[in-house]
């Protein structure tokens, strides 16, 4: 339905309104509204740097005037970006540093209560209580509403939640055992999902992994934790250097643990040793 | 009337559940069931896998919610061994409640490591529990002798006593009289919280908190104070604590204002206001053309 549209209901509605009184109730309405539509639209996507380099390769030889063109464009658009990002952001609730503080009040300082960060608490201390889960827990009224004064300025670092790209990281039921029962192997998990983790994000490739433990025919006694790898989308000449890559990734990672536990370097080395990843084929 | 085992054995099945299908708000939801059902009899035991669990579904959920860079699933494993090891502790209905303890503290060192940032997991390698237990001795006195701020209907003193904790248990671990301060400080801030969403003005915080709060303070300093707290005086607070706060639950529901947040709206400038004003009126003006 169209604004217009929305505007001649409300005039049927209340024959007896006058226009301004129309047109207020309608700024009162558009202003609450605001927030979702913040939220729900579509934020346009930032060429990324190679294709931005691709971009200004081929208009090397276009006239100067194309060029300009083409930059402001690519700044306004990661400008808007960024700042439906910040916008978003500080609906969620807003990041707590004081220097999100201290741009959004030109400098000045905040006299602002400090924000509870419910990661920084392992008895976290936001209230989701039986009934309903609460995530719009909202302020006591006068306790000093922050309001978003201004779209602007530019803010560099302000980005969107990343995409999670791991579809699945699944650990069998012999791998979670030997979790709770053994703490250097808890540890060394640890340290390899982070790697994995960090990898599949760092590749932009979207990613399955499953865990395993898995004995030989031959040699029963012999457990070896299997890592199986699955490259969603990307052909199979790819995957064999994504392969190779988190593989050595994940080995580097291993190594400084090592490193960082001397006293255990002989127990890591020995799972690392009975540690395999593989491609997932099928 | 108690809780009758069935029913808990159902709740904590329906937890453990919910921690498996990696639903940290249902699993939270179960959690405070286990506690609510608890009050309906006197046998405190009955709560302390509620008040666990509870923790469990917010530490693996935050975990979760920082995914691309968390060992998530090795956490959850832990999480699901512990929850695992819980069922099999309470499949009786006469467990201990000092090893649902144990246990839960084993649970909680163990998985702290995975709540911390990449340096601080480089940094912290080794535990230093015994500066936490001072360092937790030191808060303790802080608010004893600061608990008058309590009375400030701004204050955010209880939350930031926890979060000094939380950061000192994260990165330096401690021992299981640590794992008992907070619980109780935890529990005495749900509390604190329905009070200042209760109150219908500053002097009536006051007032409130002196009734329904301070108490509760003065007993939990009392029970803290000693170097090693002991386990039936923790446990014999902790179940006070967990009725009250189920009680405010009948009597208020969620809490709505426990926690700081921005206020979640968009304030557009008077200019802005005005120039909307007019091109809506301005629209308005050319009325005809609507009927188009």
């Known amino acids: 339905m169209s604004i217009l549209e929305i505007i001649q209901q409300i005039v049927q509605a209340n024959p007896e309104a006058s226009k301004t009184q129309v047109s207020e109730a309608l700024v009162d309405y558009i202003e609450a509204e605001l927030p979702n539509i913040v939220r729900a639209m579509k934020i346009l996507k930032t060429p990324s740097p190679a294709r931005l380099r691709e971009m200004e390769l081929k208009l090397r030889r276009t006239r100067k005037k194309a060029k300009t063109a083409f930059k402001d464009l690519t700044r306004e658009t990661e400008q808007f970006a960024r700042e439906m990002a910040f916008l978003r952001q500080m609906l969620d609730g807003g990041p707590s540093s004081n220097f999100m503080d201290g741009v959004l009040q030109d400098g000045q300082s905040s006299s602002l209560a400090p924000t509870m960060s419910s990661r920084d608490s392992l008895f976290p201390l936001l209230p989701i209580v039986d009934g309903t889960p609460a995530p719009d827990i909202v302020p006591e009224p006068s306790k000093l509403p922050r309001r978003i004064r201004s779209f602007s300025p530019y803010i560099v670092g302000v980005k969107e939640p990343e995409e999670h790209l791991v579809v699945r990281f699944m650990l069998d039921r012999n791998v979670e055992s030997k979790i709770g029962s053994d703490l250097m192997f808890e540890e060394f998990l640890r340290v390899v999902e982070v790697a994995v983790r960090r990898f599949a994000q760092a590749s932009r490739h979207t990613w399955d992994f499953r865990m395993s433990v898995t004995t030989d025919v031959e040699a029963p006694k012999w457990e070896r934790v299997v890592l199986r790898i699955k490259p969603l989308d990307v052909d199979f000449e790819k995957s064999m250097e994504l392969w190779d890559q988190i593989d050595a990734e994940v080995r580097k990672t291993v190594e400084s643990a090592v490193r960082m536990h001397p006293t255990e370097s002989e127990r890591i080395t020995e799972l690392n040793r009975n540690f395999f990843i593989e491609m997932d084929l099928d | ?292």
């Not at chain 2, 046998?43 to 896998?49: E, I, Q, V």
């Not at chain 2, 309470?90 to 000092?98: D, G, R, V, Y």
């Not at chain 2, 709206?265 to 091109?279: D, G, Q, S, V």
């Open chain 2, 1 to 292: 009337m108690g809780y009758d085992f069935d029913a808990f054995r159902q709740d904590l099945q329906a937890a453990a559940k919910a921690l498996e299908g990696e639903d940290f708000e249902l699993m939270n939801i179960y959690s405070n069931r286990i506690m609510s059902n608890s009050i309906f009899g006197d046998d405190r035991k009955f709560a302390l896998p509620g008040f666990f669990l509870k923790d469990v579904s917010f530490t693996i959920g935050n975990l979760k919610a920082r995914v691309p860079t968390s060992a998530f699933s090795t956490a959850k494993a832990l999480a699901s061994e512990y929850a695992r090891r819980l069922l099999g502790q309470t499949s009786q209905s006469e467990f201990k409640e000092e090893e649902l303890w144990q246990q839960f503290h084993g649970f909680m060192d163990r998985v702290r490591k995975f709540t911390m940032e990449r340096i601080e997991g480089e940094v912290y390698v080794q535990p230093n529990a015994s500066f936490t237990h001072e360092a937790f001795r030191w808060l303790i006195s802080y608010l004893d002798k600061n608990k008058d701020t309590l009375l400030h209907p701004r204050n955010m003193l209880l939350k930031g006593i926890l979060n000094e904790m939380n950061r000192l248990y994260r990165n330096h671990g401690a021992e299981l009289d640590e794992t008992y301060s907070m619980a109780l400080i935890t529990a005495l801030d749900r509390c604190n919280d329905y009070v200042g969403m209760s109150s219908l003005s500053e002097s009536d915080y006051g007032e409130r908190t002196k009734k329904e709060v301070m108490p509760y303070v003065e007993r939990v300093i009392s029970v803290l104070k000693e170097n090693t707290p002991s386990p039936e005086n923790v446990n014999e607070l902790l179940w006070v604590l967990i009725r009250r706060w189920r009680g405010y639950f009948i009597e208020f529901m969620e809490v709505r204002r426990a926690v700081y947040v921005p206020e979640k709206a968009i304030e557009l400038p008077e200019e802005t206001r005005k120039k909307l004003t007019e091109a809506i009126t301005k629209s308005l003006e050319r009325g005809p053309k609507l009927e188009k």
